[in-house]
């Protein structure tokens, strides 16, 4: 049982580039979750999902865009990177109406 | 969804009672509070959660005023593995969880 699966773990982008980061979920839950953490500061939400179809912005939803692909997987793309998104993203899921969320490894990206 | 208080940092004694607060005064009625930690770099942990009663499982205990203005984590008997950051979170139906900066415990031998 995997639970949540982001890709990759690591990433280095030049200002401009874009990329998307993988989350997916086997836990058959509704709702998913982009978060962000900078460097000794908590997690601050990007966009949610409440089911498949759904997004909604978070705290610090500019310059990200997201895509609730399918029950599973939940994407988050940069379109053009810039040195202040430097940082580590977690993706997470829990079951609708109970936030006990489950949370990824992280995705520690660098833009220089 | 509410904001919540916590202190920036604690410590506490191994083998001693861990006791982190949580002020949440603007809670309404039907908002949970909920309780993760997050240990290093690794990605958050869910501990326990509550909505009135006092709750306990096996890894804290979570004790909420009868006003349900604040609340208490506690880990019975800390070790050095708890050493992490502790976030007290209130939601209720958006579904977001919001996480402000946390309290980090420092459990020193």
């Known amino acids: 049982n995997a639970g949540v699966t982001q890709t990759p773990k690591f990433q280095v982008l030049k200002t401009g580039q874009s990329m998307t980061l993988q989350c997916a979920q086997d836990?058959?839950?509704?709702?998913m979750y982009w978060y962000r953490q900078d460097p000794g500061m908590g997690l601050r939400l990007i966009y949610y999902?409440?089911?498949?179809?759904?997004?909604d912005k978070g705290e610090v939803p500019n310059g990200y865009n997201v895509s609730r692909l399918n029950k599973r997987e939940f994407s988050l793309r940069l379109e053009s990177a810039a040195p202040s998104q430097t940082s580590v993203y977690f993706c997470?899921?829990?079951?609708?109406?109970?936030?006990?969320?489950?949370f990824g490894q992280g995705t520690r990206l660098t833009v220089v | 969804d509410a904001k919540t208080t916590q202190p920036p940092s604690m410590d506490c004694a191994e083998g001693r009672a861990a006791n982190l607060p949580c002020n949440h005064s603007?809670?309404?009625?039907?908002?949970?509070v909920y309780w993760y930690r997050q240990i290093h770099s690794q990605g958050p942990q869910y501990i326990i959660h509550g909505l009135k009663n006092n709750e306990t499982n096996e890894m804290a205990s979570l004790i909420i005023t009868e006003d349900r203005k604040s609340s208490t984590l506690i880990l019975p008997h800390a070790t050095l593995r708890d050493t992490a950051v502790y976030y007290c979170i209130v939601t209720g139906n958006t579904g977001k969880l919001i996480f402000g900066q946390g309290t980090t415990l420092q459990v020193k031998p």
């Open positions: 836990m058959n839950h509704n709702s």
């Open positions: 999902s409440a089911s498949e179809g759904t997004t």
């Open positions: 603007t809670i309404s009625g039907n908002e949970y």
């Open positions: 997470a899921s829990s079951e609708r109406g109970r936030w006990e969320a489950f």
